[in-house]
């Protein structure tokens, strides 16, 4: 606040006398003009420390009374453009603000997309909550952007930490932007017009630090296609190695790319295949080529180096190479692979190339193969929603309620953390089982038990409410009874999140 | 106050803390219910707990008062707030019912109560007016307070004699033993004074040793405001009694002339000291324009005698206590009422708001804490702060206990347009209490 005191004002005069103190030095009354100085006179006749309270008191008083407010130049900033969207319900907005405050965050990216779906924005109060925790969580980035509305914009343009969602409009923006805006807008860009994304990337390339070149290449996993290999090609000779990483990784989810074409050629003076056996040669050496095309010289500890190399050749290679090959049937060629003595090093490549080809008929034969270990997480992601729950939906029928065995909980858990939500049949299966399991069997797999319980919410349709209720609500079984009850909690919440975004609409349409 | 008029938010501001509001959430299923039923206000019903036998919880919708037989010593408990969110956010669950016998105890008990209060409160004003015990009181009062003022006057210059520079090495007990004094004294607001600066003196913020000789000073006003007290105007008369923590009877203020208006609850913020929580409501009058402060006090866990809800209209004859700055007040009689659209009226400009400040503060030094509506303020963000701007360019600094979130909300809320906000001014920054963005009304809490 505006005060204009210099330093022999009289509050500065009596502060000095009253740090020193008046036994050190005699005090002085300060002097000056108006009703003020007529007021500090009159205190004349008393003793100085008397006199210098009440002066203080005076003073003090005076100053404060005469204060005016300080006048500062206009804001810098323009005000918000109008949004063309609503704000949702205020019931969806409560439910908003729950997620907001931690209670069962994980249903939030469902409650976005509702609010995308119907076109409706988040209230503006919300919006510093919501961009903090897509600060803390990139992967949700892009759906609080489509929700955030011009004031969502507006406001992150006033904090660098949620620059990630100023969006970005123009050429201008792409080459202003910081990198986090950046990234969500080739990940969307990517989704949409592939080729125009990578042209884009490219007038700013040689200008970008390795770390987001590194980023910003990860990106072209949407959308991959074969116009984008000459680009990639020159990224393998990029000066950061982990840019060169990606290219590669990219290359090899091409099977009509150069580089795989040269993995095949590398591979066929390795492999024989002959009259139902398998004999593989390790490779003497690790090329200048080979590792430009993705394959690391140093193994993880505990593998040797020729095999690992081996191994990625492997995971690098078309998949239908091998049938070509060999003549054989999938069916066939596994059989003959597992008895050979090249077992693990086949498996474990060509688990890789099976997520990078999306191939989920090898993804099924292998998984039939492993049925008694736990089940691999790469491989159930490739298979199709219905190959899982057919899969899955066999072994668990096959299961006694007593004792389900380890590997049907791992991955029933492994099923939970796909991201899709299941058929209401294969969930109405899960849930009788784990009912009668829970009710029947002296359980001791709880941990198992509660992780999946974590889970299972998420995936659930919310229209099995009811039948949920009614199977687990009044269980009581140590160790379980909590996880049964944040389950039935948390499927409650998206319930009320679906019922909240359905009621609005109805009322809209009216 | 009919129950439709309740939201899921003012439910859930009823909890004591926020794990009982968590909890109260998770109990707000029918699942969790084995009956639930309502007659007119009442509602009741009994929760499946852990044990064998259901607890029963019941709530009379017109204060609220709540009741249950859980152990909770937390008021009102989980099952309590269950119960009245369902009946806010599933009223078809409740079923109409006569009451059972467990409710009709309570109601009767509750009457008794009430009647044995009314009885109470009649037989100590009585006392109260009864004018021999009264001076006898006052002069035994003034004696010990007398002889304490001196104490403390000799204290006060004490310190400006041997000077304040070495202030900053003193303990809290420097300051404690004259404040425990001065409660002995029976004037306990000068020991809150001392209590006061010694937080400034251990803290030893921003410039505190002018503020510490302002409060100084600020204390010495105040006792020889009381050495001459007779020859002062009767307001400040009382002004100087408060402060020294005398309490005055609310039988004596609630004789005094009431003013009737339409009184909107602006703000309400509790405060807990040593298991004292005060609540502090702010109250504007639409015709008067005047500021009233309800201030009302609970031990531990009890609830609040009487409920204002924020953001509603009061229609109420207010006294108010004596004062050169009259802003504490007491509800004389309070009537239902419907909810008023019109915007309230405050200052214009910060200018206009600041000049009203130190007329107050003229009349009334010892002033911490002034009620302050601004209609058209941006709140900002400045390298030193948080800042509210008005439309000729007189800027206030924010309250430092105003967090970064509810800074940046103020900001999303008010999309670079201004604002009209409701706050305490304390003379140096200014704590926003509510605020209203495009016709909407928001309570800023502590955070």
Not at chain 1, 77 to 83: E, F, G, I, S, T
Not at chain 1, 401 to 426: A, P, R, V
Not at chain 2, 32 to 53: D, M, P, R
Not at chain 2, 418 to 440: D, H, I, M, Y
Request: charged content about 20%; some cysteine.
């Amino acid at each position: 606040m505006a005060s204009g005191t210099s330093s022999d004002s009289p509050w500065q005069a009596i502060v000095s006398a009253a740090l020193v103190g008046t036994e050190r030095q005699s005090f002085q009354l300060p002097i000056t003009t108006g009703k003020l100085g007529q007021q500090l006179e009159q205190l004349g006749d008393r003793a100085p420390e008397a006199q210098l309270l009440a002066a203080a008191a005076i003073v003090a008083l005076h100053q404060q009374v005469g204060q005016l407010p300080e006048l500062q130049s206009p804001p810098a900033l323009a005000p918000c453009p109008p949004d063309d969207r609503p704000i949702c319900s205020p019931r969806a907005a409560h439910l908003l603000r729950r997620l907001l405050q931690g209670e069962n965050l994980q249903v939030l990216p469902e409650w976005l997309a509702l609010a995308a779906q119907h076109h409706q924005r988040v209230p503006p109060i919300l919006l510093p909550a919501l961009l903090e925790v897509g600060r803390q969580q990139p992967q949700w980035r892009e759906a609080i952007v489509a929700v955030e509305g011009q004031r969502g914009r507006w406001l992150a343009a006033q904090n660098p930490a949620w620059s990630y969602a100023t969006g970005i409009d123009t050429d201008l923006d792409w080459e202003t932007a910081s990198s986090a805006a950046r990234l969500l807008w080739l990940e969307q860009l990517r989704q949409r017009d592939a080729d125009q994304a990578r042209d884009l990337l490219q007038t700013t390339w040689s200008q970008d630090a390795a770390s987001d070149r590194t980023q910003f290449l990860a990106t072209f996993r949407l959308g991959l296609r074969l116009a984008d290999e000459p680009f990639l090609e020159t990224a393998l000779d990029d000066r950061s190695k982990e840019v060169r990483r990606v290219a590669a990784d990219l290359l090899a989810r091409l099977p009509d790319s150069h580089l795989c074409q040269r993995q095949i050629e590398r591979l066929t003076s390795l492999v024989q295949m002959q009259a139902g056996s398998l004999t593989l040669t390790l490779p003497t050496d690790c090329y200048a080529e080979m590792q430009r095309d993705g394959i690391e010289l140093k193994p993880p500890s505990g593998q040797g180096e020729r095999a690992w190399w081996l191994q990625q050749m492997i995971a690098a290679t078309p998949l239908a190479w091998w049938l070509r090959s060999s003549g054989l049937s999938l069916a066939n060629l596994l059989e003959v692979a597992w008895a050979s003595d090249w077992k693990d090093t086949l498996r474990a490549g060509w688990k890789s190339a099976i997520e990078r080809q999306q191939n989920s008929d090898w993804a099924m034969a292998l998984l039939n193969r492993m049925s008694d270990t736990d089940p691999d997480q790469d491989l159930l992601s490739v298979l199709s929603i219905e190959q899982r729950e057919t899969l899955m939906g066999q072994w668990l029928q096959a299961q006694d309620s007593h004792l389900i065995q380890n590997f049907i909980w791992q991955g029933l858990i492994l099923l939970t953390q796909q991201g899709s939500t299941w058929s209401n049949e294969f969930a109405q299966l899960v849930l009788t089982k784990v009912t009668e399991h829970l009710v029947e069997g002296k359980t001791n797999q709880y941990w198992l038990v509660q992780d999946l319980l974590k889970g299972l919410p998420l995936c659930l349709n919310p229209d099995l409410l009811p039948i949920a209720n009614q199977q687990l609500s009044g269980l009581e079984i140590p160790y379980v009874t909590k996880a049964i009850q944040q389950f039935l909690g948390t499927l409650q919440l998206r319930h009320d999140i679906h019922q909240a975004f359905a009621a609005a609409s109805v009322e809209t349409t009216r | 106050m009919t129950v439709t008029q309740w939201t899921t938010e003012q439910v859930l501001a009823l909890a004591p803390d926020a794990a009982s509001a968590k909890n109260g959430r998770g109990l707000a299923a029918p699942r969790k219910w084995v009956s639930l039923h309502y007659q007119q206000a009442i509602v009741w019903g009994e929760c499946q707990g852990s044990g064998k036998t259901p607890y029963r919880t019941q709530i009379d919708t017109a204060e609220p008062a709540f009741r249950c037989s859980c152990p909770s010593r937390k008021f009102p408990c989980k099952h309590g707030l269950g119960l009245f969110l369902l009946l806010v956010e599933q009223p078809t669950t409740l079923t109409e019912a006569e009451p059972a016998d467990w409710v009709t105890e309570w109601l009767a008990s509750r009457a008794e109560k009430q009647a044995k209060q009314a009885e109470k409160q009649a037989k100590q004003q009585e006392k109260a007016s009864d004018p021999v015990a009264q001076a006898k009181r006052a002069s035994e009062r003034q004696h010990k307070i007398t002889a304490g003022i001196q104490e403390l006057r000799l204290w006060l210059e004490d310190r400006v004699r041997q000077g304040l520079a070495t202030i900053q090495q003193e303990s809290y007990s420097f300051w404690d033993a004259p404040a425990a004094r001065m409660v002995d004294a029976q004037a306990p607001g000068l020991g809150r004074h001392l209590r006061d600066m010694a937080g400034i003196a251990l803290a030893q913020k921003g410039r505190w040793m002018d503020d510490l000789l302002t409060r100084l000073s600020q204390l010495y006003l105040l006792i020889e405001g009381f050495e001459r007290i007779e020859q002062l105007p009767a307001p400040m008369q009382a002004d100087i009694r408060t402060q020294m923590g005398w309490p005055i009877a609310q039988e004596e203020v609630l004789a005094g002339p009431a003013i009737t208006d339409l009184w909107f609850i602006a703000s309400q913020r509790i405060e807990e000291e040593e298991r004292l929580r005060s609540r502090r409501t702010w109250l504007q009058g639409k015709t008067s324009g005047q500021s009233a402060l309800l201030l009302d006090f609970a031990h531990g866990n009890q609830p609040f005698d009487q409920a204002y809800l924020l953001g509603t209209w009061l229609d109420a004859d207010l006294v108010f206590y004596p004062s050169a700055y009259p802003v504490r007040a007491l509800v004389k009689a309070r009537r239902e009422t419907t909810a008023v659209i019109e915007p309230l009226q405050g200052h214009d400009t910060i200018a206009a708001a600041i000049a009203m400040y130190s007329r107050a503060l003229a009349a009334y030094p010892w002033l911490e804490r002034c009620p302050l509506l601004l209609n058209a303020v941006l709140p900002l963000r400045h390298e030193t702060g948080w800042q509210v701007q008005d439309l000729e360019g007189s800027g206030l600094p924010l309250a430092p206990s105003l967090s970064d979130k509810q800074g940046w909300q103020l900001i999303a809320l008010s999309g670079g347009h201004p604002l009209q906000l409701f706050g305490e001014w304390n003379g140096k920054s200014f704590l926003p209490l509510s605020a209203w963005a495009e016709g909407v009304f928001y309570g800023i809490g502590n955070e």
